[in-house]
């Protein structure tokens, strides 16, 4: 294994001024991402209550059903004294979803065991499980890759009501059948069976989406101690009630400061990210329909699809009695996330980024401040055939990512015409025409449609010929065009980065199982550059 980075021109405006910025850092951020801003926010934190012992008996009460390594349960151990968190967050997808949920976790472990050894403190790795999201359709899906590009695999059990994910149970005969469909894709190898095993486990020993996702993934990072936690766990919210209380009773103010700062990011020409709206109230219901969104009418807390209508006294007396029915939106949830956990520093992608910008002024109306924010680490891995492919074609990584390899499989394929054989072709077609054009000389209206009709008829004939012949040269030059599909399919899948499309499972199915714990051991940089893995 092998470890090189790369600047990617990806475009996205809101990296570049966070990366570069400082009026942009300053409008929107607390802290500034470098080291000087780290003993600051602990001796923030260091002033701030939380309940921590209660937090760590509720974590490994969570965890315990998948396992608690000896580090992880130092941690937290830790997180009951003076430890401070560093945390990161995703969706429960299928099979740990696409490879950034793993980056993400990566990036976490890697940042919290840097700060330790700075600092001087226990910094823990905790990951935040989105369990409470309900749009199944974005975790319900795996890809594959062959020669024909990539295949989207969808899990077929249909879910009507908006279940989240914690509360979703897939049929385990139909799980096992989905993942072995999979597999067989990814086509055997000596790691294969192991894999597969693993897996299937996982999948007969869970009955949700979010903890098969968690036994999965803290198989993975059981080493490394990294915590979980589920967002919709119920424990979790007996800590919860007091800043959902404040929530519901700051929640018009909370609303007024998300737009404001929304429009003037917009105004700086970064979009609307949230699309928040004035009357919003930034919270779920858990509805017997499923996780509905509430807005603000008349000093009431409504979802009209449903009929929900709560005075504030209501929602206050829910959020103490059953705040398991109330769940976090995507501009609470990081609140709630930093009210409950000393959060060092949070991990976030591009998309997060761009919508946690909005929500300093509403952090603010908790007297916290926003924690430091760190980019996750974006990868690519290159595998063994990847990477003879790139060298047999004479094209290098910067060339994959901007797009070049179909105009140079164009140009592969326009090298192997019979250039003979189309001439000769084009000239049959000319000589078709002129012999058809003399014919119609002095014809009959009845003649010249016939005739139409006919020339028609041996063009098509000819238009079959060249595409046979089209497909004839692609067969014989298969094995070289395969190269140039391995690149677009492998490298830039959908034409886009690989971390957005694939489950690890993939690679450790070429590599083996140990490819997580091979990644963590590498001198990995987290300064914005994107991480080009030789596997």
Known sequence: MEIKSMTLNNGNKVMQAYNHDEQFIHNFFDYRNESRSYPERLKELSNRPFLRKELSSVIRSFMEPFGISKKASMHLEELTGNGVVVIGGQQAGIMTGPLYSVHKAITVILLAEEKRKELGVPVIPVFWVAGEDHDLNEINHVYTESSQGTTKHKYPEKFILKLMASDATYNRKEMTSFVEGVFRQFGETAHTRELLVEVLTAVEAEETFTSFFVRLMNGLFQEQGLLFIDSAYKPLREIEKSHFEKMITGSDEIARLVVEKEEQYSGLGFGKPIEAEKDGAHLFYVHETGRVLLSREDGHFVNDSTGIRFTREEMLNIAVEKPWLLSNNVATRPIMQDLVFPVLAFVGGPGEIAYWALLKDAFHLFGIQMPIIVPRVSMTLVSKRAKQAMESVSLTLEDVFSGKVLEV???????????????????????????????????????????????????????????????????????????????????????????????????????????????????????????????
């Open 409 to 535: 499989r164009e140009q592969f394929i326009d090298s192997l015409q019979n250039e003979q054989f189309e001439k000769l072709l084009t000239e049959t077609e000319m000589l078709l025409k002129g012999k058809y054009e003399k014919l119609r000389e002095g014809s009959s209206t009845a003649m010249l449609q016939l005739l139409e009709k006919n020339l028609k008829f041996h063009e098509k004939q000819l238009d079959y010929i060249r595409k046979k012949a089209e497909e004839e040269l692609l067969i014989q030059h298969e094995t070289a065009l395969r190269k140039y599909s391995i690149l677009e399919n492998e490298l830039l899948p959908e034409g886009s980065l690989q971390e957005r499309i694939f489950t690890p499972y993939i690679f450790m199915n070429q590599y083996g199982p140990e490819l997580v714990q091979d990644l963590l051991r590498q001198p990995i940089t987290m300064d914005g550059t994107h991480q080009i893995v030789y596997l």
